[in-house]
């Protein structure tokens, strides 16, 4: 065969047992390898030709596993790892005003939110997650943490009326996401969206500066969208129309909008999403556990909304674990439908990655295993006792496997998690978080 | 202080950080001993009083964790572990009638059942679980595999009406189970129920004779009951009447009667289950993914029906995990109430222990912490990073511990499982296992 002289120098060949490239849809390749130069996939073929063509610094064999595109958390509040359990077993609103608000004002400063996001960020890359969509205060600090752990985040520059220790009214929480936003161009992980809290938290008159502000940065929108009855109800009251009515009329319904939760939405405002080109970050977990409700997710894909999936944050969820957000997205859609057959495990799979690339307007790099995307992937391994035997290995990764099966982690060729260690976080570095908030926070235990 | 002769020789004793003992309700210890002998709690104390009064043979610290009583899954077909994953995202009468009793009808034998057991007992014992209810053809082979695996079982005297390799008819069932049931007898890991499928596969002659077998042997009684609403279409087409009205006629209605199921109840049938005492093996993921739809568990306790937890057979779940089942039951009892406050952490936990050990009728013996009581016990670390801060180590247990969080299952004071080892399964076993049936059952995927 060839000589060594006519191999292609790369950094990193990942041989792997299966691949599931999400693109093209329902494909399951095996013994396939993918070849990755500066960060990015420059091949993916057969193991065999692989090794006839290219001299790789490093080649990783995963024999019994399956790879898949990095996870992509399209909800989250990464910094409230610090208040997971804080004060569960209570509704939406008595959660927020008792417990979660009270805490928050007391303690959260850029440490808190540099810290939980930490925290978070280790909790996420063990269990094959390599992208966040973030909401919270002081993203500059969440910025650190995730540009330390190696993860890609989309953080929401967050705007609401009331003032905390981040700002002081909504025009100062714009400014210093502005600040923000600048402050990490040229970081490759870092991007970001305006991220006013919800219809109830902010203003009209800061909607129509957010849609101006979106348009000339051209950003993405993220908010927290018709979570509950309760919120409808007021916006009734208030403004004489739903939320989502509101968000229209504001003129923030675009293919840039990211609506967290949609739990409760009429026909024709499933409609109105598909027109807009709206996505949807579904939050099974949350929902569930808030008692807000059951989003309509099989309804909302066969009316072509774009659906994504998320986890919430820690304290409404408890768990960043896009493998339980799987497992429950598909299960519940199916239960609530009435239809076994609806999210399928490679949709399930699909809400998971290609989904919410595309609701993050990131599809161009992230969300599949296709030639010329940045290489965010995640080896998760099939041959445990309790994923076996093993007769459609999809299957087995949405409904039988757990995170615990994760393996490696991968950002841009770099790998970020392996088998219980993190390569730019310490396990001391955890401890003395942990020690640090858990005293302060105790308090505002429920 | 005492001198050693003072000391109280006992077998074991196990300091935990938290104990869970269930009863009494609501209840969380800190620092305490459980003190074993003979396969029994004789004491439970402060470990500073514990070393002062007590000598042991050997003394397990577990400085980071919490002991709760060994869960009990209280429905499952264990031998079906060798048919995880073979037909997922179909509707429960395709799933059977297309895949599963296919490959059941070509390959179900004495191997068959004790193999599949086997796996699934590695699977329930590294997961925390103690004891399992279950229901499939040849219980004597699965009473080997739990009595080689030391869990306890209590095995269902499978009835149905169709032949299959393990009986000809309905009488032979019986006749098989009963010969089965006598030879398990002194045997303290195995116990009976007889197993009637389902109200759709057996007829109201062998129903009545289950009912007169039942009291002459003082046996329970397990079945299927108001899965899906074809199962109930169907009996009133037939009998004219509901199935759960069905089994009230013929008697079957009592204290020693488990449903599983039970997702579709009208108002009046969970009144009449609570008066005759009968038990729901509430089984949220395998309801969800058939698309069966959501038992009505909050209903259902309110108006004082004991409901337990099952995960089903591998082949509709597809993980035998009660910390799965736990955080599902209570996340569905919430999302589908609309009341946050529903089946609270320390609830589902009971759910998953002392209310199955009710519906068994083994209260006495297992499902809390108490003195008298068997030393089924399982260890929980909470010291994760995915499990720090912790503000309530209950809630913990059930909202963010997975079952990769289990270190420790004990059997009567026997440990069973320790940290991915077990004490009378070898992995290499499984490894046979899984290549004896894998290249057999892949012919019937999905």
């Not at 979570?227 to 840039?256: C, K």
Request: net charge negative.
């Amino acid at each position: 065969m060839n000589s060594s002289n006519n191999l292609v120098p790369v950094d990193l060949i990942i041989e792997a047992r299966w691949l599931c490239p999400i693109t093209p849809q329902n494909t399951l390749l095996e013994h396939q390898a993918v070849v990755i130069q500066f960060g990015k996939i420059i091949d993916i073929c057969a193991i065999t030709l692989a090794n006839i063509q290219y001299q790789a610094n490093e080649v990783v064999q995963l024999a019994e596993h399956m790879l898949i595109p990095g996870l992509i958390n399209l909800h989250t509040h990464a910094a409230m790892n610090l208040m997971r359990g804080l004060a569960d077993d209570l509704p939406l609103m008595p959660w927020l005003e008792q417990h979660i608000w009270p805490a928050e004002k007391k303690h959260v400063s850029e440490d808190f939110a540099r810290d939980g996001t930490l925290l978070a960020c280790a909790e996420m890359l063990s269990g094959g997650i390599t992208t966040f969509n973030d909401m919270y205060y002081f993203p500059q600090a969440a910025a650190l943490a995730a540009t330390q752990a190696g993860m890609r985040a989309n953080l929401g520059l967050l705007v609401i009326e009331f003032p905390s220790a981040y700002a002081s009214d909504a025009d100062d929480y714009l400014q210093k996401g502005f600040i923000a936003h600048d402050s990490w161009r040229g970081n490759a992980l870092i991007s970001s969206s305006i991220a006013p809290h919800a219809p109830y938290t902010v203003s009209n008159k800061t909607f129509e500066s957010i849609v101006t502000y979106a348009e000339q940065l051209g950003l993405g929108i993220h908010t927290h969208l018709h979570e509950t009855h309760d919120e409808i109800a007021q916006s009734e009251e208030q403004f004489g129309m739903r939320p989502i009515q509101r968000m229209a009329q504001l003129g923030l319904l675009g293919p840039n909008f990211v609506a967290a939760h949609g739990v409760h939405l009429l026909n024709h405002e499933i409609d109105m999403l598909a027109e807009y080109g709206c996505h949807i970050a579904h939050c099974p977990t949350s929902n569930l556990k808030l008692a807000s409700g059951i989003a309509p997710v099989a309804q909302l894909l066969a009316q072509g909304v774009n659906v994504g999936l998320g986890t919430d944050g820690a304290a409404s969820n408890n768990r960043l674990d896009m493998f339980a957000e799987m497992r429950l997205g598909a299960l519940l859609a199916k239960g609530t439908s009435g239809d076994a057959t609806v999210v399928p495990a490679h949709q399930a799979l699909e809400m998971a990655t290609i989904n919410a690339a595309k609701a993050l307007g990131m599809e161009a790099k992230i969300g599949s295993i296709e030639i010329g995307k940045l290489a965010d992937l995640t080896a998760v391994k099939l041959s445990d006792f309790n994923t076996s035997p093993c007769y459609d290995p999809v299957s087995h990764l949405v409904y039988a496997c757990g995170r615990e099966h994760v393996t490696h982690t991968w950002v841009a060729g770099e790998l970020r998690y392996n088998n219980g260690m993190f390569a730019n976080i310490e396990p001391n570095e955890l401890k003395e978080i942990i020690n640090t908030w858990q005293p302060k926070l105790r308090q505002h235990k429920h």
